[in-house]
């Protein structure tokens, strides 16, 4: 059929017909007629009756699924919008609220598909946890009801009503609002009361029938599903209905049952029996669901935990749970976690259940021994004798529990049986190598999931708390696997327990003499199965090595790694080398490594890393392996000279490598090629031709990789420019107009992209100002002095002093009036003195009607070190930029007032002094600036005063502290740009001329140029406090040190 709806536009008018319709079309295969349906769905969201439409076609069983599944959904999305949005436009009015409520347990009470039924009980804990108990009072107490009348009555209405309490308590559950909390609480006693009823009823009848036999009848089946999913709720409401649960009666006798249940249903799973499949999986949920029962109270509850009646012996049957399961361990295929197809459930563990229930053994343990050596702290109020009563309980578990003989089998189950390396792991590895051992790095940490990690965890948790009674034995235990005729299996235990014990008994154990004895001659074994021992020596030795590692040692634990990286050795097989390049990075990265005692051992592990990356196929395994290559060059430092050939020659082909993980290369690529540079150097230079393309690559804006790579590329370009002697090459130069547009554009990345161009300009200051890239750049500064960033406009500052410098040193007077002219022409000057007026006719007003600049008053003092380099060179170019704006008789008084003012502000004494340079050679321009300088006598003579009083010596009178006495030196650490930097530096006035002579100069010169000394005098001298006066005559008298 046809269908056409016009969007945008009026809506259609919302009938169920209509609905339906458009609903059917939102499902079809028409990818047009759902665009159009969805169009239409999204219309109707602001007309009333809607969400109560979508409620009843979703309730009519005679539609077709997938449309009464759309309905639900968009239902359910709805109520996630504009449920509590009553008074925003298209929330839902109270009326529909209303009608929605009532309908709702119907959708899932009584219904025969599971999905439609599970996604309608969503909507209905949503409703719940926004409307009970204030809009919706009645929710529970008649989800009750129906629970009671269909226990012995129709099970699809029971199991249904089970599924909306399940998922009521879930939302209610994880709620954070102290309201939602409260709520569920007032009313768990009942739901617990009520849900013990059924789970006793349905638990007693299905354990009956199958006892008598019957276990193939179908009332089987549907019974254990109501007693599984009453438990699920019966465990949420024991963990989150109760502040104190072990003070309920009815929580004890839950605790209890589920205990007896777990005894007497492990022995329906130990026994050759003729029940079938489906009901021993369903026999076994039961069984985790009490697992997880006990593990969340002892996690959440810890105190009411230990007392509850039997948590001891509890905590003694899991332990020989665990103490069973690990004779057959090593024959055990393992744990996998899954991830569930439906959306509304989270990932599952999949693998026997007796290594589940182990797994949950260990946790329960590990709990037990947190309680007692590590509580947790809360900032919920108790009273002393609650304080008492949970201190009491949680020590008589200590001394019953956690007794010496215990603690000491724990620890030898754990080391002989659990950390044997198992037959499926072995086939695990022989089947898809890469792939065994990237899970195993990535889940190494996964103790929730997996036995072997929990059990190093529990292992570490008992020597870091029972030390003094463990470290005896376990030095006893290490001393086994110094003898030649244990096998691979118990050596690579013992060498597990040793890697872990290490940060705990490295000043008990000598590892050294180990290392030197046995370690070094087991990496050399080539027995069948030795390539599991080298894996577990290059994991060992990376956990030895930075917490104790002599010098001495160091070349011996270097030379094993290399010895495992070597491809040529058949025993080293793919993973034995990617476990060696990725646990040297732990060797690396310690503190003591010294370059040049690796010098022996780097060129064949750099060039087996580089090599071993062309036969990795995990992307998360080359990552490794990068950055272990990238920590080993940067401490190389210039020792990696001579391998840079070989890292670069590797790094296109893994830059050009497609995969799940290509950004992330890219960006460990980028990350190896900033080492390199940096630890060549100069040297560096050769590598351009690869390098510039990557960065161009990365740096164009709009794409992908500069979203995701653009941080690592700019610190690249940046230190390729700080690692490069001029001139700079072509490809280098063209690169230069990216970073001006990146810093005209003012991105976060601005205060970089301003390094970089101040690299350009200090590196190549003729490319810079070439007619094609001066107005760019003034631009682009121009547009950073704009910036709210201090640091940002302080760097501008410095490079647009620079880059003025730069001109007149290049190019002459000629030079400086070309580039003032383009700072005016791009508005650069124009906008520095409307800014300048600005904060002049801010400062003339006051009281309420008082205004802020719109410059803050730091940024003006860059404005004015700014035109301080134009006037110092060249007065009249600057007289002629003033000229330019207007009369210089209107624009001197405002332009001085601010300039004189900035002083206090100034911090930077050679900021100060340049300042007062460019000020002084005022005085050297004939009228009107000569009427206009004498008229501001008294400022110019403060100003000298203030400012030279900081300059000059106090042993030496009239010598200025800042001009330089001798050559600055350069260090081994300087780079072009620092010598480009300190050559421009030492030219500097501030540190070429001494300031007072050079005042006394200018002054002199305008008292000749008004009639001589007397007629100054008498004219305009007179005008300047005569203090003033006395403090500027006496800067040049020795002055006292102690004052």
């Known amino acids: 059929m046809s269908f056409s709806i016009e969007v945008p536009g009026e809506a259609s008018p919302l009938s169920l017909h209509e609905l339906f319709r458009v609903l059917q079309a939102a499902s079809s295969y028409d990818s047009s007629q759902r665009q159009s349906a969805g169009q239409q769905l999204s219309a109707w969201e602001a007309i009333p009756d809607y969400y109560p439409g979508l409620q009843a076609v979703f309730l009519d069983r005679t539609l077709p699924r997938e449309v009464r599944l759309l309905a639900i959904i968009q239902l359910k999305n709805g109520i996630d919008k504009y449920w509590r949005q009553h008074t925003a436009k298209n929330g839902i009015p109270p009326a529909e609220k209303h009608a929605i409520r009532t309908n709702l347990y119907s959708g899932t009470i009584g219904e025969p598909d599971k999905q439609l039924a599970l996604h309608n009980a969503l909507v209905i804990a949503k409703v719940v946890r926004i409307d009970f108990p204030t809009d919706w009072p009645d929710a529970l107490s008649s989800l009750i009801e129906i629970l009671r009348s269909s226990k012995d009555g129709d099970q699809l209405h029971l199991m249904g009503a089970l599924t909306v309490l399940l998922r009521i308590v879930k939302e209610l559950g994880t709620a954070r609002l102290r309201k939602s909390q409260t709520a569920l609480q007032s009313v768990t006693p009942e739901l617990v009361y009520v849900l013990g009823d059924i789970y006793d009823s349905k638990s007693r009848l299905w354990t009956e029938m199958l006892s008598s036999g019957h276990g193939q009848e179908t009332g089987v089946q549907v019974s254990m599903d109501c007693s599984l999913t009453a438990f699920k709720i019966l465990r949420r409401l024991l963990v989150v209905g109760y502040e104190q649960p072990h003070h309920d009666k009815t929580v004890q006798q839950v605790w209890t049952f589920s205990q007896a249940q777990f005894e007497q249903f492990l022995g329906y799973m130990n026994e050759e029996t003729s029940i079938p499949s489906e009901q021993l999986q369903t026999i076994g949920k039961h069984l985790m669901q009490f697992t997880k029962l006990h593990l969340e109270m002892a996690d959440q509850h810890p105190a009411s935990f230990a007392a509850l009646p039997n948590s001891i012996e509890l905590s003694r049957a899991y332990w020989n749970l665990v103490s069973s399961f690990s004779e057959s361990y090593d024959r055990s295929g393992g744990i996998r976690q899954t991830s569930s197809s439906d959306s509304g459930k989270a990932s599952k563990l999949e693998g026997p259940l007796s290594e589940r229930l182990a797994l949950k053994g260990l946790l329960l343990i590990r709990a037990c021994i947190k309680m007692v050596h590590k509580p947790a702290q809360s900032i919920k109020y108790r009273s002393p004798e609650v304080k008492k009563e949970q201190e009491q309980a949680i020590s008589q578990l200590k001394a019953e529990l956690l007794q010496d003989n215990l603690i000491v089998q724990m620890v030898n189950t754990i080391i002989t049986h659990l950390f044997i390396f198992r037959k499926s792991d072995l086939e ?562 501030v540190k070429t001329v001494q300031s007072l002579q050079f005042v006394r100069e200018r002054l002199q010169s305008l008292m000749q140029r008004v009639g001589g000394e007397q007629a100054f005098q008498e004219h305009w001298a007179v005008n300047v406090d005569q203090e003033v006066l006395a403090g500027f005559r006496a800067l040049d008298a020795p002055r006292n040190s102690a004052n």
């Open 428 to 989: 695990a590895w022989e089947e898809d190598p890469q792939e065994w051992e990237q899970q195993e790095e990535s889940q190494g940490n996964a103790y929730e999931w997996e036995v072997r990690p929990c059990a190093e965890k529990l292992f570490l948790d008992l020597l870091t708390y029972y030390k003094g009674l463990l470290l005896q034995p376990l030095l006893a235990y290490f001393g086994t696997a110094q003898d030649p005729q244990a096998d691979i299996a118990i050596k690579e235990a013992v060498y597990t327990a040793m890697g872990l014990a290490a940060p705990i008994v490295y000043e008990n154990f000598d590892f050294e003499s180990v290392l030197k004895s046995t370690v070094s001659t087991d990496a050399q074994q080539t027995v069948p199965y030795c390539q599991v021992l080298r894996r577990r020596i290059g994991i060992l030795l990376s956990q030895w090595t930075p917490i104790k590692a002599s010098k001495e040692s160091r070349p011996i634990i270097y030379g094993i790694y290399r010895h495992f990286l070597n491809p040529n050795d058949a025993q080293n097989d793919i993973v034995v080398r990617i476990t060696a390049a990725r646990q040297l990075k732990a060797v690396v990265d310690e503190f003591g490594f010294d370059g040049e005692m690796f010098l022996p051992f780097a060129s064949d592990v750099i060039t087996e890393l580089v090599n071993l990356l062309q036969h990795v196929e995990v992307d998360e395994t080359k990552l490794a392996i990068l950055e272990t290559t990238r920590s080993l060059i940067e401490r190389m430092e210039f020792h990696v000279s001579e391998f840079g050939d070989l890292v670069l020659a590797a790094l296109p082909g893994i830059w050009d490598s497609a995969g799940d993980l290509g950004l992330m290369l890219k960006q460990a690529c980028l990350a190896i090629l900033q080492t390199l540079v940096m630890a060549m150097k100069s040297s560096s230079q050769r590598y351009h031709p690869k390098i510039l393309p990557l960065i161009a690559e990365a740096s164009q804006e709009g794409t992908e990789l500069y979203t995701y790579l653009i941080e690592e590329a700019l610190d690249l370009w940046s230190n390729v420019l700080l690692q490069t002697t001029p001139p700079l090459s072509l490809e280098l130069v063209s690169l230069a107009e990216a970073a001006i547009v990146g810093l005209t554009n003012q991105n976060e990345h601005a205060f970089t992209y301003m390094s970089i161009v101040g690299s350009y300009i200090s590196l190549a200051p003729e490319t810079m100002l070439e007619d094609r890239f001066r107005p760019v750049v003034l631009n682009a500064l121009s547009a950073s002095f704009s910036s709210k960033g201090r640091e940002l406009v302080g760097l501008t500052t410095k490079y647009t002093e620079y880059y003025i410098r730069y001109a007149h040193e290049l190019g002459g007077a000629s030079g400086l009036q070309l580039v003032v002219k383009d700072m005016m022409q791009t508005g650069f000057l124009t906008k520095i003195f409307e800014s300048i007026h600005d904060a002049y006719d801010a400062h003339q007003t006051s009281g309420p009607k008082r205004r802020q600049p719109r410059v803050g008053i730091l940024t003006l003092t860059d404005y004015f070190t700014v035109l301080s380099q134009i006037a110092v060179i060249d007065p009249n170019v600057f007289m002629e930029v003033l000229a330019s704006l207007g009369s210089i008789e209107q624009i001197w008084p405002w332009l001085s007032a601010e300039w004189f003012g900035s002083f206090d502000t100034i911090a930077d004494i050679g900021r100060q002094k340049v300042n007062m340079l460019a000020l002084t050679r005022l005085l050297e321009l004939p009228s009107p600036v000569q009427q206009l300088v004498l008229a501001n006598l008294q400022d110019y003579f403060s100003m000298w005063t203030v400012v030279m009083v900081q300059l000059l010596s106090e042993e030496e009178p009239g010598v200025d502290t800042l001009v330089l006495t001798s050559e600055p030196e350069g260090t081994e650490w300087d780079n072009a740009k620092d010598v480009r930097e300190r050559a421009l530096w030492k030219t500097d006035p």
